[in-house]
C-alpha cells in the first residue's frame, strides 16, 4: 500500500513525462514510472524522496530535451532529403517566401522607421513643434517678438526652444565649402535632452547679445572636415569669415532639424530683433511639462494667442498658434505613400502565400502514393505531418533568409521615402526588430500555409490512397486551390488599378508646365557671407564679375542670379499693399519676393508678356522697380493696364515695370503665391540680407556639366574664398518635385510585375493539374464524340471562370483602396475608366496566357492510349 | 556481417556498449538491465530511466537490440515490462566495440599510460 506522498510523488512524475514527445512517452512512458515506483519503495524518509524526485525532474528535463532534438534532428534530415530531391518545387517555395516576405520586411521596416518607431530624443511624444496660424497658412513660422511672448506666458513646456536652418561658408579646412547648419536658441538642446559627445552644448550666456561666437558641430562634419580631432573643443574656426569657438560635437545619431544639419550656432537676439511681428523665421519646439496633455497645451497656445491679437491688433491680426506633435510632422502624402506601399507589400505576400500554399497542396497530392507507403508500413500519422510540417519550415527559413537579404539590399533603394522634415537617418537600420519581424512573419507564412496542405496530404494517405495512386485529387482540395487562384488574381487587379492609377498621375505631374525653361539650364549656388558681403555694391561687384566671364563661356546664351531657384524655397512671402488697403499677410494678400540679376527671365525662359525686365540701370539710387507674374495683375488690377502703377511691398514702394508669366514657385503639385521680381541692385545695404541672390543660373546650349569647370574657376577668380554648393540641372530640380512618387510607382509597378506573373503561373499550375487529373474523363468525351475544340473550350472556360471570379472582387477592392489614396492620384479619379479597363484586360490576357498550354495538352488527349491504360 | 554496418556504429557511447553487455547472458527488462549495469560495474554508473530509454529507442532503431516476445511465467511478470534481447549485430558491435577498446589499452600500455593488470 503506497502512502499519500509516494502517490503525489508518482503523479508528478506522470506529469513531468509529459515533457516527452507524444510517441516516446506511448512507447516507454509506463516502464518508466514503473521503474521510479519501484525506486521509490527502495527511498524511505522525505529527505530521499525529494533527493530521488530532484533528480528524475532534472533528468527527465534533459532526457526529454535530447529526445525532441534528436526528432528534429532527424526529422529535418529526412526533410531536406526529401527537398532536395524536388530541386524544382524546392527552388519555387523558397523563391516565392523570398519575394512575398522580403517585400513586406523591407517596406513595413521602412513604414516602422518613418511613421511608427519613437524618435531618438528621451520621451519622444513629449516633444511638441510649435506654429504661427495665420488665414490660408495652417504652419508658419514664429517671429521672435511672438516667440518670447509665448515663452513668458506658456505653463505648458518645460522649456521652448526655437531654431532655423542657415549655411555659412568654412574657410580654412581645405577648400572653402558652404555648410548646412542650424542657428538655434541656447536651450535647444536640453529641451531635445541630447547631451554633446564630446564637450558642452550650449549655455545661457552662448545665446545672449553681443556674447562671442560658438558652434556645436555635428558628428559627421567632425570627421569630415577635423579628422575627429579628440581636441577640436575649445579651436576657433571660421565660419563666414566670422570666429566661432567649437565648444561640443554632437552624437553621430543626433539629426536636428534634418539629416543635413552639420552645425548648431546659437542665436544672439539683440532687442531689435524683437520689433517685426511679420518677420516669421523661427520653428518652435517645446517639450511638454510631464502630465500637461497635448490638448491642454494647445489651449493654452490658443489663450496667449488670443492675448497676443488684443495686444498687437495690427501685427497680429488673425495670428493663431498651433500646437503639433513633433513626431505628426509627417505630411499626409508621405503618410499614404507608406501606407499604400505597405497594402501593396501585403497583396504580394498574398499572392505569394496562396501560389505557395497551391505549389504545397499540389505536392502533397502527388505524394499521396509515398505517404500512403510510409502509413502502411508503420509510420504513424504524426510522423507524416510532424515531417511535411519540418519541410514547410525549412522551406520557410531559407526562404526568410533570403526575404531578409532582399530587404536589405532594398532599404538604401526605399530610403529616398523617409521624409527630411524627421530627424532621423536616411537608412532604416536592420535591426533586431527587422530580424523579428522577417523571423515571426516567416513562421506565420509557414504555419498558416503549410499546416493545412500537410493536414490534407495525412488526411488522403491511406489505404485509398495506395490503391487510386495520384490519378485523383479531392473536390475539397480543387476548390481550395480555385479559391487560392481567385485570391491571387483578386490581389493582381488591385495591384494592377492601383499602379495604373498612380502612373497615371505621375505623368499627370511630370506634364504640368512649371512656366520655365528646364533643359539647358545649370544651376549653382553661391551664397555670400555677410558682413563681408553687407553692402548692396559689394554683392554687385561679385554678380557683375561672374556673370560677365560665365556669359563668355562658349554654348551659354544667358546667365543670372536670383535669391534662390524655384521650387527649393517656399518662402520670402510678404504682404501687398496695394493702394492703401491692409497690409495683414493673408493667402490672398501675399506674394513671393525674390532678387534677380537681369537677364534671369531669358535664361529662364519666363516668358515677358508686356513692359520689360529688370535691367542694369535699375539701381539703389532710382525708384524701386518690380516686375510681376500674371497672377498678380489678375489679383490687384484685373482687366486694368499694370505697368507704372504702385505698390508697398518688403517695407517699400515699387514701381510695376513689366508683366512675366507664372511659375510654379512652391512645386508642380502645390499653388503659388504671385511672383514679385526686385532688382538686386535695389536690395539695400544690410537689409534682408537673407534674400541676397544665391544661385546662378546658365542657359547652355552646350551640355552643362562641361561648364562647371570654367565656372569653377571664374568663381575662384572673383573670391577665392567663396563656396560652391547645390551645383543641379533645372530638369533634376524639377525631377527632384515627383521623386517620391517616382520610387513609390516604380516599387509598385515591380510588385505588380511579380504579382501578375505569379497569379499567372498559379492559374497555369493549378489548370495544368486539374487537366491531368482528368485525363480519363477527357478520352472518354472523345471516344464519345467531343471535338479537341470543345475540351480546348471547357478548360478555357474554367479559366476565364476563376479570372472573372477574382476580378470583380478584385476591382471593388481597388476602387476602395483608390479612394483612400485619393490625394496622391493629382487629379486622376478613382473610378478612371481607362485604368480599370486596362487592368482587367491584363488580367484577362494574363488568365489566357495561364490557360493557353493546359488547354493545348486538354487538345491533345490520345483516348486510345487512355483506355489502354484504364 | 557487413563490416562496414558495424564500423559505421563505432565507437560506442558508453551506455550502449553497457546496456549491450547486460543482454549478452540473457534477455532483460529495463530495470533489470539499470540492475545489472549497476552490478557490472560495482555501482559506478546508475542509468536513469530516461537514458536508458532514449538509448533502447536508439539501439532499438539502429538494430543493436530487438523487443522479445519471450516473457517469464506469468506469476514472475509484470505486463508492463517489455524485454529486450541482443541481436547478432549487436553482438557483433559489442565484440567490435570490445576489440577497439582493447587495441586503445594496449597502445596506452605501449606509452605507459595504462595500469598493468595483475
Same mark, same amino acid.
Given at each position: 500500500m503506497r502512502s499519500r506522498t509516494e502517490d503525489d510523488l508518482m503523479n508528478f512524475y506522470r506529469l513531468l513525462l509529459?515533457?516527452?514527445p507524444y510517441s516516446f512517452r506511448a512507447e516507454y512512458g509506463d516502464e518508466m514510472s514503473s521503474i521510479f515506483a519501484l525506486e521509490l519503495g527502495r527511498h524511505s524518509g522525505m529527505a530521499a524522496r525529494c533527493r530521488l524526485w530532484l533528480g528524475a525532474f532534472f533528468e527527465v528535463c534533459f532526457n526529454a530535451a535530447m529526445v525532441h532534438w534528436e526528432i528534429a534532428r532527424r526529422d529535418l534530415f529526412h526533410s531536406t532529403r526529401s527537398l532536395l530531391g524536388s530541386p524544382g518545387f524546392t527552388l519555387t517555395a523558397i523563391l516565392l517566401v523570398t519575394i512575398g516576405i522580403g517585400a513586406n520586411v523591407a517596406v513595413f521596416t521602412l513604414a516602422n522607421f518613418v511613421m511608427v518607431k519613437p524618435l531618438?530624443? @528621451?520621451?519622444? &511624444?513629449?516633444l511638441m513643434k510649435v506654429w504661427e496660424k495665420h488665414a490660408g497658412y495652417s504652419r508658419m513660422e514664429l517671429s521672435p517678438a511672438n516667440y518670447r511672448d509665448v515663452i513668458a506666458s506658456s505653463?505648458?513646456?518645460?522649456a521652448l526652444a526655437a531654431y532655423n536652418g542657415n549655411s555659412m561658408s568654412l574657410i580654412g579646412q581645405g577648400e572653402p565649402q558652404r555648410i548646412d547648419g542650424a542657428s538655434v536658441t541656447a536651450n535647444l538642446f536640453s529641451v531635445l535632452q541630447r547631451p554633446a559627445l564630446i564637450g558642452r552644448s550650449f549655455s545661457k550666456a552662448d545665446g545672449l547679445a553681443g556674447a562671442p561666437g560658438t558652434v556645436v558641430l555635428s558628428y559627421a562634419l567632425w570627421q569630415a572636415a577635423?579628422?575627429?580631432?579628440?581636441?577640436?573643443?575649445g579651436k576657433s574656426v571660421s565660419l563666414d569669415d566670422q570666429p566661432y569657438t567649437v565648444i561640443g560635437v554632437m552624437p553621430h545619431d543626433f539629426h536636428f @532639424?534634418?539629416? &543635413?544639419?552639420?552645425f548648431w550656432t546659437p542665436f544672439r537676439f539683440?532687442?531689435?530683433?524683437?520689433?517685426?511681428?511679420?518677420?516669421?523665421?523661427l520653428e518652435g519646439i517645446g517639450r511638454l511639462k510631464p502630465g500637461v496633455s497635448l490638448e491642454q497645451a494647445r489651449s493654452e497656445l490658443s489663450l496667449i494667442a488670443a492675448r497676443l491679437r488684443r495686444q498687437y491688433p495690427k501685427e497680429n491680426e488673425n495670428v493663431d498658434l498651433s500646437v503639433i506633435a513633433l513626431r505628426d510632422e509627417l505630411t499626409t502624402e508621405s503618410r499614404l505613400l507608406l501606407t499604400g506601399l505597405c497594402g501593396a507589400a501585403l497583396c504580394v505576400l498574398v499572392i505569394a502565400c496562396a501560389n505557395l500554399a497551391n505549389l504545397l497542396l499540389a505536392r502533397s497530392l502527388a505524394r499521396r502514393r509515398e505517404l500512403s507507403i510510409r502509413l502502411s508500413l508503420g509510420a504513424s500519422r504524426r510522423n507524416l505531418l510532424r515531417q511535411l510540417l519540418s519541410e514547410s519550415l525549412l522551406l520557410g527559413l531559407a526562404g526568410g533568409a533570403g526575404a531578409t537579404a532582399v530587404a536589405i539590399a532594398a532599404l538604401p533603394l526605399l530610403?529616398?521615402?523617409?521624409?527630411?522634415?524627421?530627424?532621423?537617418?536616411q537608412v532604416p537600420p536592420v535591426d533586431a526588430q527587422t530580424l523579428l519581424f522577417a523571423l515571426g512573419l516567416t513562421l506565420i507564412t509557414v504555419i498558416a500555409f503549410g499546416v493545412a496542405p500537410a493536414l490534407q496530404a495525412c488526411r488522403d494517405a491511406g489505404f485509398s490512397g495506395l490503391r487510386v495512386g495520384t490519378r485523383t485529387g479531392g473536390t475539397g482540395n480543387h476548390r481550395a486551390r480555385s479559391a487560392l487562384v481567385i485570391a491571387e488574381l483578386g490581389a493582381s487587379v488591385v495591384l494592377l488599378v492601383l499602379s495604373g492609377l498612380l502612373i497615371r498621375a505621375l505623368w499627370r505631374v511630370q506634364s504640368t508646365?512649371?512656366?520655365?525653361?528646364?533643359?539647358?539650364i545649370l544651376s549653382l549656388r553661391t551664397e555670400l557671407p555677410f558682413p563681408k558681403y553687407n553692402k548692396t555694391s559689394t554683392r554687385d561687384q561679385f554678380y557683375s564679375k561672374v556673370l560677365t566671364d560665365v556669359r563668355r563661356l562658349?554654348?551659354?546664351?544667358d546667365a543670372a542670379y536670383i535669391t534662390a531657384l524655384p521650387m527649393?524655397?517656399?518662402?520670402?512671402i510678404w504682404p501687398v499693399l496695394v493702394d492703401?488697403?491692409?497690409q495683414i499677410r493673408t493667402e490672398s494678400n501675399s506674394a513671393s519676393m525674390r532678387f534677380v540679376t537681369p537677364g534671369l527671365f531669358s535664361t529662364l525662359g519666363?516668358?515677358?508678356?508686356?513692359g520689360r525686365a529688370v535691367s542694369?540701370?535699375?539701381?539703389?539710387?532710382?525708384p524701386y522697380v518690380a516686375v510681376v507674374s500674371e497672377s498678380f495683375v489678375r489679383r490687384?488690377?484685373?482687366?486694368?493696364?499694370?505697368?507704372?502703377r504702385h505698390f508697398n511691398f518688403a517695407f517699400h514702394d515699387h514701381e510695376v515695370i513689366g508683366v512675366v508669366g507664372d511659375i510654379r514657385a512652391r512645386g508642380l503639385e502645390r499653388t503659388s503665391e504671385p511672383q514679385v521680381y526686385l532688382s538686386?541692385?535695389?536690395?539695400?545695404?544690410?537689409?534682408?540680407?537673407?534674400?541676397?541672390?544665391?544661385d546662378l543660373v546658365i542657359h547652355s546650349t552646350?551640355?552643362?556639366?562641361?561648364l562647371l569647370p570654367a565656372i569653377r574657376e571664374i568663381i575662384h577668380k572673383a573670391d577665392p574664398e567663396q563656396p560652391i554648393s547645390n551645383v543641379r540641372t533645372m530638369e533634376d530640380v524639377v525631377a527632384g518635385e515627383t521623386e517620391s512618387r517616382t520610387i513609390q510607382m516604380r516599387v509598385l509597378v515591380v510588385f505588380t510585375g511579380v504579382a501578375i506573373v505569379l497569379a499567372g503561373l498559379g492559374l497555369y499550375g493549378l489548370l495544368a493539374f486539374m487537366v491531368s487529373m482528368r485525363q480519363q474523363e477527357f478520352g472518354i468525351r472523345l471516344a464519345l464524340g467531343a471535338g479537341p475544340g470543345d475540351l480546348f473550350k471547357m478548360v478555357l472556360l474554367q479559366g476565364v471562370k476563376l479570372a472573372v471570379a477574382g476580378l470583380l472582387p478584385g476591382l471593388a477592392l481597388a476602387y476602395i483602396a483608390a479612394r483612400l489614396l485619393e490625394s496622391l492620384?493629382?487629379?486622376?479619379?478613382?473610378?478612371d475608366a481607362l485604368t480599370f479597363s486596362t487592368a482587367a484586360a491584363l488580367c484577362l490576357i494574363t488568365t489566357l496566357l495561364g490557360t493557353l498550354l493546359p488547354a493545348l495538352r486538354a487538345v491533345r488527349t490520345d483516348p486510345t492510349a487512355i483506355m489502354r491504360a484504364e | 556481417m557487413a563490416d562496414d554496418s558495424i564500423t559505421s556504429l563505432l565507437p560506442l557511447q558508453p551506455t550502449t556498449f553497457h546496456i549491450l553487455l547486460s543482454l549478452t547472458d540473457e534477455d532483460r527488462h529495463g530495470y533489470a538491465i539499470i540492475l545489472e549495469v549497476a552490478r557490472r560495474t560495482q555501482g559506478e554508473l546508475k542509468l536513469s530511466a530516461g537514458t536508458l530509454y532514449r538509448s533502447i529507442q536508439r539501439m532499438l532503431e539502429s538494430g543493436l537490440i530487438i523487443e522479445t516476445?519471450?516473457?517469464?511465467?506469468p506469476e514472475m511478470d509484470d505486463e508492463r515490462r517489455r524485454y529486450y534481447r541482443i541481436t547478432p549485430l549487436g553482438r557483433a558491435v559489442a565484440e567490435a566495440e570490445a576489440g577497439r577498446l582493447r587495441d586503445l589499452l594496449k597502445m596506452a600500455r605501449l606509452c605507459g599510460v595504462a595500469p598493468r593488470t595483475t
Open positions: 509529459h515533457l516527452y531618438p530624443f @528621451p520621451e519622444p &511624444e513629449r505653463q505648458s513646456f518645460t577635423f579628422g575627429g580631432d579628440p581636441s577640436i573643443v @532639424p534634418a539629416r &543635413e544639419t552639420q539683440e532687442e531689435g530683433d524683437y520689433q517685426d511681428r511679420d518677420d516669421n523665421m530610403s529616398r521615402l523617409v521624409p527630411n522634415a524627421l530627424p532621423i537617418q508646365d512649371p512656366g520655365f525653361r528646364t533643359s539647358g562658349p554654348g551659354v546664351t527649393t524655397w517656399g518662402g520670402g492703401g488697403r491692409s519666363i516668358p515677358i508678356k508686356s542694369e540701370t535699375d539701381t539703389g539710387d532710382r490687384y488690377w484685373p482687366n486694368e493696364q499694370p505697368i507704372g538686386s541692385k535695389q536690395d539695400p545695404d544690410g537689409w534682408v540680407t537673407y534674400y541676397a541672390p544665391k552646350q551640355p552643362t556639366e562641361q492620384l493629382a487629379g486622376v479619379r478613382p473610378a | 516476445r519471450n516473457r517469464p511465467a
